[in-house]
C-alpha cells in the first residue's frame, strides 16, 4: 500500500522565482493538505483541496495556490518566492471531508530553499 | 496566537522510564486531537489519537489523556526506549461548516538515554 508521496525532494530557487511542488496521496484517500514546516516549528496549514476545490486555506497570501486533479493527486505553486519561504513543504492525505475524526498521513516533504 | 501550546521544547528521558510529553490548546472547538512522531527528514508520523468525548486512549506503549476542562492532553510512553528519541507534536482539529482543519503544536524533542 504505497503512502503519501512528495516530488522533488530538495529544489533551490532564487528571489521572485516560481516553483510547484506535487504529492500523491494515500491510496483511498482523497483529500489532500498541505504544510509548510520552519526551522523549530510546527506544520501550518496552508490549504486543503477536497473534490478538486480549496476547500479550507490558512493565513497564507495569494502567492500560494494549489490544484487537486481527478485521480486526488495535488500541487502546491508558490510565485514570487521570498527567503522567507525557505522551508520543509508538508502533504498530508485523509479519506473524506465527511469524516468528523480524520486521520491525516504525511509524505516525506519536499525542502525548498530560497536564495 | 498560538492555539496548540507545547511548552517543553525538550525532554531526556532513561531507557526503560516513562516519558510524559504536554500538550495545552486554547481553542475549546477542538474535538479531535492526535500525536505525531517526526524523525530527521522524514514526515511526520500518525502516532495516536484521541477523540474529545473521550479522556484516554491506549495503543502498545502510549496512552493519550484528555483533560477538556484544563485543555490539556498528554502523551505517556511507557517503557521508553531509544528509538522513540524523536520530535513529537501534538495537533488539534476542528470542524466547520467548510471541513476539518488541523492545528499543530511547535514540537517537544525527546530524548532516550540508553
Known amino acids: 500500500d504505497a503512502g503519501v508521496t512528495q516530488s522533488p525532494t530538495h529544489l533551490i530557487k532564487t528571489r521572485g522565482q516560481q516553483v510547484t511542488l506535487r504529492c500523491s496521496p494515500k491510496?483511498?484517500?482523497?483529500?489532500v493538505s498541505w504544510y509548510q514546516q520552519a526551522l523549530g516549528q510546527g506544520p501550518q496549514f496552508i490549504f486543503q483541496?477536497?473534490?478538486?476545490?480549496?476547500?479550507q486555506r490558512g493565513n497564507f497570501p495569494d502567492r500560494f495556490s494549489g490544484h487537486q486533479f481527478p485521480n486526488y493527486s495535488s500541487e502546491l505553486n508558490v510565485n514570487a518566492l521570498l527567503l522567507g519561504d525557505s522551508a520543509l513543504y508538508l502533504c498530508?492525505?485523509?479519506?473524506?471531508?465527511?469524516?468528523?475524526?480524520?486521520?491525516?498521513?504525511f509524505g516525506p516533504g519536499t525542502r525548498l530553499t530560497v536564495l | 496566537d498560538q492555539q496548540v501550546k507545547q511548552n517543553s521544547p525538550s525532554l531526556s528521558v532513561q531507557e526503560g522510564r516513562i516519558s510524559i510529553l504536554n500538550c495545552d490548546y486554547t481553542?475549546?472547538?477542538?474535538?479531535?486531537f492526535l500525536w505525531y512522531k517526526k524523525y530527521p527528514a522524514e514526515g511526520p508520523t500518525f502516532l495516536i489519537s484521541?477523540?474529545?468525548?473521550?479522556d484516554k486512549n491506549e495503543d502498545g506503549r502510549f496512552t493519550v489523556f484528555l483533560n477538556k476542562s484544563a485543555k490539556h492532553l498528554s502523551l505517556h510512553i511507557v517503557p521508553s526506549q531509544p528509538g522513540d528519541s524523536a520530535v513529537y507534536f501534538c495537533?488539534?482539529?476542528?470542524?466547520?461548516?467548510?471541513?476539518?482543519?488541523?492545528?499543530f503544536g511547535p514540537g517537544t524533542r525527546l530524548s532516550v538515554l540508553p
Open positions: 491510496s483511498g484517500h482523497d483529500t
Open positions: 481553542n475549546s472547538m477542538f474535538d479531535y
Open positions: 498530508a492525505s485523509s479519506l473524506g471531508a465527511g469524516f468528523s475524526t480524520d486521520t491525516q498521513y
Open positions: 483541496y477536497y473534490e478538486e476545490e480549496e476547500r
Open positions: 484521541i477523540s474529545s468525548i473521550k
Open positions: 495537533a488539534a482539529s476542528a470542524r466547520d461548516n467548510y471541513g476539518q482543519n488541523f492545528v
